[in-house]
């Protein structure tokens, strides 16, 4: 019963193999690798973006960050949901990369912002001239934080918000896969066709064993993104086991079958806590969920062996973060809502 984070499961077997069979012999090295050369191409089809720019790094936050550097200057503004990633979890890091741009926290309820929020914020940016940081780019998350997606059309309208202003946006797609899951979508309808330039492609929750893709539109800030990712530390030199990672996730669309697995899961378990009395705090679309229960639920599931983080709750109440993962059984969901129940 273990429900901490998709970064909690392990590497799928097909991913661990590709790594066995990518350790023969020699390859060329740092991203010069065979088979990184058919990870863009099949990205690209992936994305139906023939001309779509493709690195990997080995963290969900190097992606982000280096995501980030490429559009924006040291005064840029941000733009991004209050509890965003980038935001909250990330050390600092965004400004870091991109040399001091400034985070601006967006509300919306369940983790999304809106076009009115998104539209208040980017308005008040840019009104003091030199004595404020300027208007810079928009980053959306998708699976939110708060467990919730995005549909394409929600991304659009958002991104709709940022074009008027002319800022490039980025996803943050640590789960890209869940998010498209659920809403049905494809690559393409998620990301560019909907207004987006660049996306973090997740692949370590969603069974790697630790690679993410940079996923870029526009091929002229390729080269800025590669000198960027050295100089920061992510041009891994043995890149053919990150490569080799990537090639096996899409392959057979295995990165969507685990998303789906996730998902199943998920929506078992979003419905069982519902069924026990729980009371939802985000609408549970994916594979994340923030169930509040009464009090003494904790200690009663933690005696029986359940895992998973505790959260902020109303007054006289206890809730928590439930995270299933592409291993998740629906065993495991089971035993934890039997005890619920008792
Ligand atoms: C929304 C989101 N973005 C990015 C990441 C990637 O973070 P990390 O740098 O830990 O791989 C995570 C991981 O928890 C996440 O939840």
Redesign the pocket.
């Known amino acids: 019963m273990y429900f901490t ?1 998709d ?1 909690a499961s392990g590497a799928h077997p097909d991913i661990l193999a590709a790594l066995t069979r990518a350790n023969d012999g020699f390859a060329r090295s740092y991203g010069a690798d065979a088979i990184m050369q058919r990870v863009t191409e099949r990205v690209r089809e992936v994305f139906e973006h023939p001309d779509a720019a493709v690195y990997l790094v080995s ?6 960050s280096l995501a980030l550097a490429i559009y924006s200057q040291p005064w840029s503004a941000v733009f991004a949901h209050t509890d ?3 935001a909250t ?2 050390c600092g890091a965004p400004e870091f990369y991109t040399s001091g741009a400034k985070l601006i926290g967006v509300p919306g309820d369940h983790g999304k912002m809106n076009p009115e929020s998104l539209a208040q914020a980017i308005g008040r940016i840019g009104e003091v001239g030199v004595h404020g940081v300027q208007r810079g780019m928009v980053s959306i ?1 998708n ?3 708060a467990g919730t997606v995005y549909t394409p059309a929600e991304i659009a309208a958002l991104t709709a918000v940022a074009k008027s202003y002319g800022l490039p946006c980025h996803l ?1 797609g ?2 890209f896969a869940n998010s498209l899951v659920t809403s049905n979508a494809s690559a393409a309808q998620m990301t560019w066709a909907a207004g987006i330039d660049v996306v ?1 492609f ?1 692949g ?2 969603n069974g790697c064993l ?1 690679v ?1 893709a940079v996923v870029i539109f526009d091929p002229a800030k390729a080269w800025e993104f590669e000198l960027r990712r050295k100089r920061a530390g992510h041009l891994v030199s043995k890149h053919r086991y990150m490569s080799a990672q990537m090639e096996a996730y899409l392959e057979g669309d295995l990165w969507l079958r685990l998303a789906r697995q996730a998902n199943a899961t998920g929506a078992r378990l979003a419905q069982g806590v519902a069924g026990a009395g729980a009371r939802h705090q985000h609408p549970a679309q994916a594979n994340m969920m923030f169930p509040e229960w009464s009090l003494g639920t904790h200690a009663r599931l933690e005696a029986a062996g359940a895992a998973y983080y505790q959260m902020p709750a109303r007054a006289g109440f206890e809730a928590a973060r439930l995270v299933t993962s592409w291993n998740t059984t629906e065993a495991e969901v089971d035993q934890f809502l039997s005890v619920l129940r008792a």
Not at 59 to 64: D, E, I, K, L, Q
């Open positions: 984070s970064n963290t969900g936050t190097a992606a982000n965003a990633h980038i979890d990330e998350t699976v939110t934080e943050d640590a789960r973090s997740g370590t929750k630790g993410e």
